[in-house]
């Protein structure tokens, strides 16, 4: 029974040795998955290829889904949010993307039911080539890859503004009763060109919009909304994304005003949104 027992002992060592050389390896090293795509998405702030992109939208649905472009559409990635809010994992199998050796990140929500992504990261260049929007159950919401690359990077200038100061805190101020979908946060404001604010919510990878807004809008798909007070102080608080209804409708449902002038100073301008 005991050389049995050291048997399956020395057994299960044996097995566990490689997982565990691998694991300490990663732990010396100091490099996780999550590492490595930050440092990706911050390459792209300066550094983008070109070439052709298939790019295909299918959440907002629209008529014609595909198009192709020159370079990745931009997405607002926030790596200090998904550190956060994401498991980040890397694919071990080899892939390609254009013809070009990619390693593959996968982002999957810690909390609540938000878009999963998936992105291919050039080996040599250390920037997406592509990138994939699920929902929760796992429908493709969009998708956009090089089919062709050039031979150099561009210099771009795609840097994400950093978030205000108190901007949380002013922000459920403005709004008594709000609560924010499980990983999301306030990281900018400003008005709209149609009237009323708009508030832009993350949580590193999807966007939410929180509009302010005189007039209602209209129900479809990742759009709920929810009328706040009466007469002239009448009011319409919409929240639109890509996360199911009722996570939607349960960050407004406790709403019971709007104090616009709470934001105050927060607002930023239309034209410096982009910056």
Known sequence: MRRFAA???LGAL???GPAQAQGQTQEASGVSPLDELTAALRQARTRAARGTVDVSVFFPPRAVPTRTARALPAVPFRPGLIAQHFRVTRAPAPATVAGRDVTRFDLVPKVGQAAR????????WNVPLAFEERMPGGTLARRAAFSAVGSELARVQAGVPP????LRAAVLAALPGLRFPPGFTPTAAGPRAGGGLEVTLSDGANVLALVLAPRDVRAA???????VGS???RRFVWLVGNLPDAPLRSALAGVRGVEEARLGTLLASPDSKGQ
Do not use: F, K
């Not at 798909?221 to 009328?227: A, I, N």
């Open 14 to 16: 044996l097995l566990a």
């Open 163 to 166: 978030v205000p100061p108190g």
């Open 231 to 233: 007469g002239g102080g």
């Open 221 to 227: 798909p990742g759009v709920v909304s929810r009328r």
């Open 117 to 124: 992504w998936t992105l291919w990261v050039d080996r040599a």
């Open 7 to 9: 048997s399956a002992w």
